[in-house]
């Protein structure tokens, strides 16, 4: 013990102290620190984010995917990637954008007419109930192609993509209403709302921005472009936004950067956009009652009709008094509204300063009509030293906010994009509390439930921009770094990296995981896009092939380890679908297909139905297969399109002269072919009745596995039924081929009951002290296993009752174990090495390895009756 601390201590940089309750007397840990480099606080911070195998996270974050038009899902505090969710952009993985259903989905994007296959998204938003997440819908923006998407979080799947019909770009949104009855989406680059061409000459009179107010159905997590509405608004470029609570339910803010109205054109030797839109000191916080505008938009005299959608023109809004501007610092970008509504941040990247807007203030002014004059479209300005409730200086570059656990005490966290750095501070006393280095160049940061109106706390994670430095290059673009931060003590604590190797992630939301409660399995014969009963589904017994003219129907299904059915012939220039139910019940029992060549492809989840259409027009024979390793039995989980040229005349191919079998050739295959399936099924029954003697019944996720490999034992019976009319009839080369489908029922039914018994051992045997735990990873990883199966006899002796077998056990393993050879003239040993062909090896364990070791195996003999 003296020696681990004095090791520990060497390379110690945090407090110690932390370390003696932690770590306990491990010369292990001590040996790794030093071979790996690592510093106590290194371990400390791994033993904060490290889940082990088979545990969960405490967050679920919800990361956009950037360019990549995806959303990315992993843990936190482990920072596993959990899921990419295809959105905007297709992805074969689960056949998305290349099954008929989910293309559906991605052809709601298409504008104007024209497919847009990709996206770039920014804000995803989870749905809420009174400001706090339900867990249940997920939108994001794409703001290259303004649209929104809905996810639902029953399983994780994109369900509708909606277009906004004015906008040519969008940015701030999305940000759910605090009952997720309505969405709002900002503009960003103004243009005009009709589709026509306007010179930039006319930017001031026809170009526009605006924030489109979707409606929602929560229940059934859909966007209602019918109940929907865009507030015009000036071609200011509006920016980030963000939904009112609490005090300030029913209006929006939104911000702005230009202000100017600048348009640029270097063409024409004018200064660049970017300097002359940030030519004045000040833009507009543009504060907006989209209830009442709501209300107002289901009049038809207070709305313009453009591209089919429902505007609300500026005066309109402007006289029932439901849109204001309010200066800001110019340039802003975030604008985060605290969690009751009270307090707006504003944070602009040209100012180091946050502003901190007041809701009571600013309704005062509002109520009382008090403007500290007008814009040239007639909209009031408010005062914005009235407004403010102060401004405090936080360093070069602020970005976004989010609020912690202690946000009634107004703690609150910012990016410093150009500092690279996250500040914590106090929005209610204005005074700057800590900070920390983020590598580097943050954009937005996620607070744990930080947007909602019941922030958790915890952690913030940075989103950075640039990695440069962390990561093994991977080429000239390094992955993005999301850092995870903990912000629990009273200073931040910096605690891993983690590389996303996919687009640049512009913002993450984070809910606890607690609160997600994802499908295991569909309704039979679901498709997934719509959550109704498929067109196509199938169920077993039902599979066909259906011809209506020259459109070939296969209505068929997928189940461990066959998709029936297994040929399907077409002629050439037919049309194709392909109906296809997965019919499993078996939790993650996923099926993928596809037919070469044909650039289909679709993952069917348990109970789902997939249709894919193609039309044959080539020639051949293209397998079609399985393309998920499903069972032992995968690479078997195959068919045949055949696809004829009905105008050809094909000669048949001179026949192979094969040998047969003979009569007493084929009933001894057949013999042994029994004698196998008697002895396979021994095997079950002796799992069968260790499952029943040991109550699988009580432990539910053994019971699901036991179901499953009931399941396929099941069907064993009508396959003998099969086999044995073959036999009466004479036919013993089909009788042969049906007792070996037995044989394979058999395997999966053993594949899946093993599985159940090993899980079930977990569950009964006595707990495993640390030590012993210790000892069955330095088993494992010292190689012990290569001879030793516990339990059984294999390339070397069962070590089960081991510590039996020899006086003064312990002593005699430890020796034998430090150094086999001292003992291979022992006659015991002597007779092993004679009857194993083999001697045992130094496998150079120390001794801490090897005392474990034996607890390990008292382990093993405590619970001997369970192997
Ligand atoms: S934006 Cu990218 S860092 Cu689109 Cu929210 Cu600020
Ligand atoms: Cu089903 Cu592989």
Same mark, same amino acid.
């Given at each position: 013990?003296?020696?681990?601390?004095?090791?520990?201590?060497?390379?110690?940089?945090?407090?110690?102290?932390?370390?003696?309750?932690?770590?306990?007397?491990?010369?292990?840990?001590?040996?790794?620190?030093?071979?790996?480099?690592?510093?106590?606080?290194?371990?400390?911070?791994?033993?904060?984010?490290?889940?082990?195998?088979?545990?969960?996270?405490?967050?679920?974050?919800?990361?956009?995917?950037?360019?990549?038009?995806?959303?990315?899902?992993?843990?936190?505090?482990?920072?596993?990637?959990?899921?990419?969710?295809?959105?905007?952009?297709?992805?074969?993985?689960?056949?998305?954008?290349?099954?008929?259903?989910?293309?559906?989905?991605?052809?709601?994007?298409?504008?104007?007419?024209?497919?847009?296959?990709?996206?770039?998204?920014?804000?995803?938003?989870?749905?809420?109930?009174?400001?706090?997440?339900?867990?249940?819908?997920?939108?994001?923006?794409?703001?290259?192609?303004?649209?929104?998407?809905? @996810? $639902?979080?029953? %399983?994780?799947? *994109?369900?509708?993509?909606?277009?906004?019909?004015?906008?040519? =770009? +969008?940015? #701030?949104? /999305?940000?759910?209403?605090?009952?997720?009855?309505?969405?709002?989406?900002?503009?960003?680059?103004?243009?005009?709302?009709?589709?026509?061409?306007?010179?930039?000459?006319?930017?001031?009179?026809?170009?526009?921005?605006?924030?489109?107010?979707?409606?929602?159905?929560?229940?059934?997590?859909? @966007? $209602?472009?019918? %109940?929907?509405? *865009?507030?015009?608004?000036?071609?200011?470029?509006?920016?980030? =936004? +963000?939904? #009112?609570? /609490?005090?300030?339910?029913?209006?929006?803010?939104?911000?702005?950067?230009?202000?100017?109205?600048?348009?640029?054109?270097?063409?024409?030797?004018?200064?660049?956009?970017?300097?002359?839109?940030?030519?004045?000191?000040?833009?507009?916080?543009?504060?907006?009652?989209?209830?009442?505008?709501?209300?107002?938009?289901? %009049?038809?005299?207070?709305?313009?009709?453009?591209?089919?959608?429902?505007?609300?023109?500026?005066?309109?809004?402007?006289?029932?008094?439901?849109?204001?501007?309010?200066?800001?610092?110019?340039?802003?970008?975030?604008?985060?509204?605290?969690?009751?509504?009270?307090?707006?941040?504003?944070?602009?990247?040209?100012?180091?300063?946050?502003?901190?807007?007041?809701?009571?203030?600013?309704?005062?002014?509002?109520d009382n009509h008090e403007y500290a004059g007008k814009d040239p479209y007639g909209i009031p300005i408010l005062d914005m030293k009235k407004a403010?409730?102060?401004?405090?200086?936080?360093?070069?570059?602020?970005?976004?906010?989010?609020?912690?656990?202690?946000?009634?005490?107004?703690?609150?966290?910012?990016?410093?994009?150009?500092?690279?750095?996250?500040?914590?501070?106090?929005?209610?006393?204005?005074?700057?509390?800590?900070?920390?280095?983020?590598?580097?160049?943050?954009?937005?940061?996620?607070?744990?439930?930080?947007?909602?109106?019941?922030?958790?706390?915890?952690?913030?994670?940075?989103?950075?921009?640039?990695?440069?430095?962390?990561?093994?290059?991977?080429?000239?673009?390094?992955?993005?770094?999301?850092?995870?931060?903990?912000?629990?003590?009273?200073?931040?604590?910096?605690?891993?990296?983690?590389?996303?190797?996919?687009?640049?992630?512009?913002?993450?939301?984070?809910?606890?995981?607690?609160?997600?409660?994802?499908?295991?399995?569909?309704?039979?014969?679901?498709?997934?896009?719509?959550?109704?009963?498929?067109?196509?589904?199938?169920?077993?017994?039902?599979?066909?092939?259906?011809?209506?003219?020259?459109?070939?129907?296969?209505?068929?299904?997928?189940?461990?380890?066959?998709?029936?059915?297994?040929?399907?012939?077409?002629?050439?220039?037919?049309?194709?679908?392909?109906?296809?139910?997965?019919?499993?019940?078996?939790?993650?029992?996923?099926?993928?297909?596809?037919?070469?060549?044909?650039?289909?492809?679709?993952?069917?989840?348990?109970?789902?139905?997939?249709?894919?259409?193609?039309?044959?027009?080539?020639?051949?024979?293209?397998?079609?297969?399985?393309?998920?390793?499903?069972?032992?039995?995968?690479?078997?989980?195959?068919?045949?399109?055949?696809?004829?040229?009905?105008?050809?005349?094909?000669?048949?191919?001179?026949?192979?002269?094969?040998?047969?079998?003979?009569?007493?050739?084929?009933?001894?295959?057949?013999?042994?072919?029994?004698?196998?399936?008697?002895?396979?099924?021994?095997?079950?029954?002796?799992?069968?009745?260790?499952?029943?003697?040991?109550?699988?019944?009580?432990?539910?996720?053994?019971?699901?596995?036991?179901?499953?490999?009931?399941?396929?034992?099941?069907?064993?019976?009508?396959?003998?039924?099969?086999?044995?009319?073959?036999?009466?009839?004479?036919?013993?080369?089909?009788?042969?081929?049906?007792?070996?489908?037995?044989?394979?029922?058999?395997?999966?039914?053993?594949?899946?009951?093993?599985?159940?018994?090993?899980?079930?051992?977990?569950?009964?045997?006595?707990?495993?002290?640390?030590?012993?735990?210790?000892?069955?990873?330095?088993?494992?990883?010292?190689?012990?296993?290569?001879?030793?199966?516990?339990?059984?006899?294999?390339?070397?002796?069962?070590?089960?009752?081991?510590?039996?077998?020899?006086?003064?056990?312990?002593?005699?393993?430890?020796?034998?174990?430090?150094?086999?050879?001292?003992?291979?003239?022992?006659?015991?040993?002597?007779?092993?090495?004679?009857?194993?062909?083999?001697?045992?090896?130094?496998?150079?364990?120390?001794?801490?390895?090897?005392?474990?070791?034996?607890?390990?195996?008292?382990?093993?003999?405590?619970?001997?009756?369970?192997?």
């Open positions: 013990m003296a020696n681990f601390f004095s090791k520990l201590s060497t390379v110690a940089l945090g407090t110690t102290i932390a370390a003696t309750t932690m770590f306990g007397a491990s010369g292990e840990l001590a040996k790794i620190m030093k071979q790996r480099g690592l510093t106590e606080k290194d371990v400390i911070h791994a033993a904060k984010t490290y889940v082990p195998t088979g545990g969960r996270d405490d967050y679920i974050v919800f990361s956009s995917g950037g360019q990549s038009g995806q959303i990315l899902v992993y843990g936190v505090p482990s920072m596993r990637i959990l899921k990419y969710v295809a959105v905007f952009t297709p992805e074969p993985w689960q056949g998305y954008g290349y099954d008929e259903d989910s293309k559906k989905v991605l052809r709601q994007g298409n504008i104007r007419g024209r497919e847009i296959n990709w996206g770039d998204t920014h804000h995803p938003a989870l749905s809420e109930k009174d400001g706090k997440y339900d867990g249940k819908w997920l939108v994001i923006n794409d703001k290259a192609n303004p649209r929104l998407a809905v @996810i $639902d979080l029953n %399983d994780f799947e *994109t369900k509708q993509i909606v277009v906004n019909p004015v906008f040519k =770009s +969008d940015h #701030g949104g /999305a940000f759910f209403t605090p009952n997720s009855k309505h969405i709002l989406e900002a503009c960003q680059y103004a243009a005009p709302f009709d589709n026509n061409y306007h010179p930039i000459e006319e930017y001031k009179e026809t170009y526009r921005g605006g924030v489109t107010v979707w409606g929602f159905n929560p229940k059934i997590g859909r @966007i $209602d472009p019918k %109940d929907s509405f *865009t507030i015009e608004m000036p071609p200011y470029m509006q920016d980030l =936004s +963000d939904a #009112g609570k /609490a005090a300030s339910d029913g209006w929006g803010f939104t911000n702005s950067f230009n202000s100017e109205m600048y348009t640029g054109g270097i063409e024409v030797g004018m200064p660049p956009f970017e300097a002359g839109c940030s030519r004045n000191d000040t833009d507009f916080l543009h504060v907006y009652n989209w209830k009442k505008l709501y209300k107002l938009s289901k %009049d038809p005299k207070n709305v313009k009709i453009i591209n089919n959608s429902k505007v609300i023109p500026m005066d309109v809004a402007i006289k029932n008094n439901c849109l204001f501007l309010v200066p800001e610092p110019k340039s802003p970008h975030g604008v985060d509204v605290s969690p009751d509504g009270e307090y707006i941040t504003v944070c602009g990247k040209l100012d180091t300063h946050a502003s901190v807007y007041k809701w009571s203030k600013i309704k005062k002014l509002i403010l409730h102060g401004q405090v200086e936080l360093g070069l570059g602020p970005l976004h906010n989010q609020y912690g656990k202690k946000w009634k005490e107004g703690i609150i966290y910012t990016s410093l994009y150009v500092d690279s750095q996250v500040v914590k501070w106090n929005y209610k006393k204005l005074k700057v509390l800590d900070k920390i280095n983020v590598h580097y160049n943050i954009g937005h940061l996620c607070g744990m439930e930080g947007k909602s109106s019941d922030p958790q706390g915890d952690y913030i994670i940075a989103l950075n921009k640039l990695a440069i430095d962390r990561f093994d290059p991977v080429g000239p673009l390094h992955p993005q770094n999301h850092q995870l931060i903990d912000i629990r003590g009273k200073k931040m604590d910096m605690l891993v990296d983690m590389p996303l190797p996919l687009g640049e992630p512009h913002q993450a939301v984070a809910i606890r995981a607690s609160k997600l409660h994802p499908e295991v399995r569909y309704k039979m014969g679901t498709n997934t896009k719509t959550g109704k009963l498929h067109k196509g589904r199938t169920l077993a017994g039902q599979e066909r092939v259906e011809r209506k003219g020259n459109h070939v129907y296969i209505y068929g299904t997928l189940v461990r380890s066959h998709i029936n059915p297994e040929r399907v012939t077409v002629n050439k220039g037919d049309k194709v679908t392909f109906y296809l139910t997965n019919l499993e019940r078996a939790e993650d029992e996923t099926h993928g297909f596809t037919v070469d060549n044909f650039d289909i492809h679709g993952s069917l989840e348990p109970g789902e139905t997939i249709e894919l259409d193609f039309t044959a027009d080539i020639e051949g024979v293209f397998p079609y297969y399985c393309t998920e390793f499903c069972s032992a039995l995968h690479l078997e989980m195959m068919g045949y399109l055949m696809v004829k040229d009905p105008n050809k005349k094909y000669v048949s191919a001179q026949k192979l002269k094969m040998k047969t079998m003979s009569k007493a050739e084929l009933k001894a295959e057949y013999d042994k072919t029994v004698a196998v399936n008697t002895a396979t099924d021994a095997v079950i029954q002796s799992v069968v009745k260790f499952l029943k003697e040991n109550h699988f019944e009580k432990y539910p996720t053994v019971k699901n596995l036991v179901t499953d490999a009931l399941d396929q034992y099941g069907k064993i019976k009508g396959e003998k039924a099969k086999s044995d009319k073959a036999v009466k009839a004479g036919d013993l080369e089909k009788a042969v081929l049906f007792e070996n489908m037995i044989w394979q029922y058999m395997v999966k039914t053993a594949d899946v009951g093993i599985r159940a018994k090993d899980l079930l051992v977990r569950k009964i045997a006595t707990p495993q002290s640390s030590a012993a735990q210790a000892g069955e990873r330095a088993f494992g990883e010292g190689g012990c296993g290569g001879c030793h199966v516990i339990g059984k006899v294999s390339s070397g002796p069962d070590l089960t009752g081991v510590l039996q077998r020899h006086e003064n056990a312990e002593k005699w393993v430890h020796d034998f174990v430090k150094n086999p050879a001292s003992k291979y003239k022992e006659p015991y040993v002597e007779g092993m090495i004679n009857y194993f062909n083999l001697r045992m090896p130094n496998q150079h364990m120390n001794d801490e390895e090897i005392k474990n070791i034996i607890e390990y195996l008292k382990w093993v003999d405590d619970n001997a009756n369970l192997f």
